[in-house]
């Protein structure tokens, strides 16, 4: 089946540093998602990317779709103590299923 | 606030004795999901119910049943849980199913962390 490859698997940055992480796959998606996941919650949709090239932002967070349709990063600039969480890509195919990637656990130091 | 809502948020049971969790929306959205997440792993979709029309993922264990009654409920039930069934239970709605140029945002409640004894 289809698979997200997601990296880095963790990352422990100081406060006010930059963060970026990316996603790549073997398959074309429709859409490209990034959403963030708080312990005991379920994920939040942070950013969502339709078109090949898309460059998108929201606050702090930027997400590229990738030309090829097989990849994505999400850049988080000047990193505070909220971000802590897990952050995952999705990638959409056919209809509304989603394929999530393993997550990207950031931990930020104060 | 519309809103996913998911009960119970936390439930422990034993080996083999059935578990219900329940999931209820207030978006009058048409599709709705059950994700398995186990601790550390991506969410992975069970099944999905578009209105009444209910969808199962190939892979998704029979042990593993839904039930939506109306628009605005859903149920996830494990008939005889074993100790690999432990993990967090999200469930999901959509407005629409999406095609295969659209996507519909899934809107994810809270989470119900089972835990198998």
């Known amino acids: 089946g289809q698979q997200l490859n997601q990296s880095p698997q963790s990352m422990f940055i100081q406060e006010g540093e930059d963060v970026s992480m990316n996603c790549t796959s073997s398959s074309i998606f429709n859409t490209w998602l990034w959403y963030k996941q708080d312990p005991g919650e379920g994920p939040v949709l942070l950013i969502a990317l339709y078109k090949a090239g898309e460059l998108t932002s929201n606050g702090r967070l930027t997400a590229q779709f990738g030309i090829t349709r097989k990849d994505s990063f999400l850049n988080i600039s000047a990193s505070i103590p909220s971000d802590v969480g897990i952050y995952f890509c999705a990638g959409q195919g056919g209809g509304n299923k989603l394929v999530f990637g393993a997550g990207t656990i950031l931990r930020v130091k104060s | 606030d519309a809103m996913v809502i998911q009960n119970p948020r936390y439930q422990v049971t034993q080996f083999g004795k059935p578990v219900t969790l329940s999931c209820s929306q207030t978006?009058?959205?048409?599709?709705m999901y059950w994700y398995q997440q186990k601790s550390s792993q991506a969410p992975k979709l069970l099944f999905h119910y578009y209105d009444k029309d209910f969808n199962n993922e190939a892979d998704t264990p029979d042990n593993f049943q839904s039930r939506r009654p109306n628009t605005s409920f859903c149920f996830l039930d494990i008939r005889s849980p074993g100790l690999g069934d432990t993990a967090m239970y999200l469930c999901?709605?959509?407005?629409?199913?999406?095609?295969?140029?659209?996507?519909?945002?899934?809107?994810f409640g809270p989470g119900t962390r089972l835990t198998v004894l």
């Open positions: 999901a709605t959509s407005r629409e199913r999406g095609g295969l140029s659209s996507y519909n945002e899934q809107f």
């Open positions: 978006l009058n959205h048409n599709v």
